[in-house]
């Protein structure tokens, strides 16, 4: 059974940092590229970032692009997100997903960040 | 970027009804579209990719077709386990975005 694991999310100040971990298993990691995307409460999806299989390519959205840094290690199956300078608009449910065949095939449950004073 | 625009933003229908969701393109994304369906509290699923083609498992009464700049997704008779969000994604440029999403709800 294909599992994707968030982790690391929590309240945090503007201008905090945040790890988040997502932790794979289920099937060939290494195969895959992966994403992180996010969802304000209430609003729709947004992609944050992008990395390929064996993490040689990076892609950020432009809102995040400076502050936000993906990393996978694919040796222990996990997908990393470093996040810093922190803002209020980064407050979300941000979602490990799976790249296949054009798609977001595997999507993990998600683990909140919450930017508040 | 490209821009996707869906309609309406939501719409009320009951048990049964044909239910029809537009994705407009800001350009041409060929047949490079996706359809997710998200319940409350639930990750996204993916339903339909590349326009028209139904992901293992989904009922056959989920249709996608069009492309270029405007595809659907019909539900054919709706169920009560279909009321939710749905999104359609374009995959055809990176950054790779969604449409705002169609709230269908119990009429």
């Known amino acids: 059974e294909v599992q994707l694991v968030e982790s690391g999310g929590g309240l945090v100040q503007p201008g905090g940092s945040l790890r988040l971990s997502c932790s794979a298993s289920?099937?060939?990691?290494?195969?895959?590229?992966m994403n992180w995307v996010r969802q304000a409460p209430g609003k729709g999806l947004e992609y944050v970032s992008a990395i390929t299989n064996i993490g040689g390519i990076t892609h950020y959205a432009d809102s995040v692009k400076g502050r936000f840094t993906i990393s996978r290690d694919n040796s222990k199956n996990t997908l990393d997100l470093q996040m810093s300078s922190l803002r209020v608009d980064d407050t979300a449910l941000y979602y490990c997903?799976?790249?296949?065949?054009?798609?977001?095939?595997?999507w993990g449950q998600g683990t909140r960040v919450t930017v508040s004073p | 970027d490209i821009q996707m625009t869906q309609s309406p933003s939501s719409l009320s229908a009951s048990v049964g009804d044909r239910v029809t969701i537009t994705c407009r393109a800001s350009q041409s994304i060929s047949t490079n579209l996706n359809w997710y369906q998200q319940k409350p509290g639930k990750a996204p699923k993916l339903l339909i990719f590349?326009?028209?083609n139904l992901q293992s498992g989904v009922p056959s009464r989920f249709r996608g077709s069009g492309s270029a700049t405007e595809c659907t997704l019909t539900i054919s008779s709706l169920q009560p386990e279909d009321f939710a969000t749905y999104y359609c994604q374009q995959t055809y440029n990176s950054p790779w975005t969604f449409g705002q999403g169609t709230k269908v709800e119990v009429k």
């Open positions: 590349a326009a028209s």
């Open positions: 997903v799976t790249v296949y065949s054009g798609s977001y095939f595997y």
């Open positions: 289920g099937f060939a990691f290494s195969s895959y590229a």
